[in-house]
């Protein structure tokens, strides 16, 4: 099994990027926020996870080890194959999925095309005993989801929403305050 790859950038694609790793290029199944921050020559190593099935044989790749894990956690839930995980992952941090099954919210889960209300809740009953999260960690999220929502309500994307939130990142305040003060921040760059 491949494990860890470490090499340079030689294409890129909406989903996948190529490592040239020795004198080998794997192409290989890639989180959007991986995707956006790389760039064609960009050395870098990710931690690999190779899915095996009778018609292909897939590698993805992840910047940490905690974002393989996690994703091999959401695979090992029946109905949810790799790219519907990778898909998952990109809807937000992964201390906000944590939080969000912690919490049982099936409605984050569900925006992902294919994730219905069933699967969304058998990956909350599978996974909430094995995600080792503190009860403090789902709070926060908590708040910073429903800063989320408010800012999506008010025309504005969710990653917009997620980029102006990380110049919010005071633990004390509330969602309100934090939409307050994210608005504030969206108001001076336009």
């Known amino acids: 099994m491949i494990a860890l790859l470490t090499g340079t950038v030689r294409e890129k694609t909406a989903k996948t990027l190529t490592l040239v790793a020795g004198a080998v290029g794997y192409e290989i199944y890639c989180l959007a926020v991986l995707l956006e921050k790389t760039r064609i020559g960009d050395e870098m190593t990710l931690y690999t996870h190779q899915y095996v099935r009778e018609d292909a044989l897939e590698l993805y790749g992840f910047a940490t080890s905690a974002e393989r894990s996690f994703f091999r956690l959401l695979i090992s839930v029946t109905g949810v194959g790799p790219k519907s995980a990778l898909t998952v992952m990109s809807l937000t941090t992964l201390d906000e ?29 599978d ?6 999260s503190g009860s403090d960690a789902g709070s926060r999220s908590s708040v910073d989801g429903d800063a989320i929502d408010a800012l999506v309500g008010l025309g504005y994307s969710v990653r917009e929403a997620r980029e102006v939130l990380k110049h919010v990142a005071d633990p004390k305040l509330s969602s309100g305050q934090k939409v307050q003060a994210a608005l504030k921040l969206l108001g001076t760059k336009q």
């Open 127 to 132: 996974l909430k005993g094995k995600i080792a």
């Open 97 to 125: 999925l944590e939080a969000a099954i912690i919490q049982g919210d099936a409605a984050l889960l569900t925006k992902v095309s294919g994730i219905g209300t069933k699967t969304a809740s058998r990956i909350i009953v």
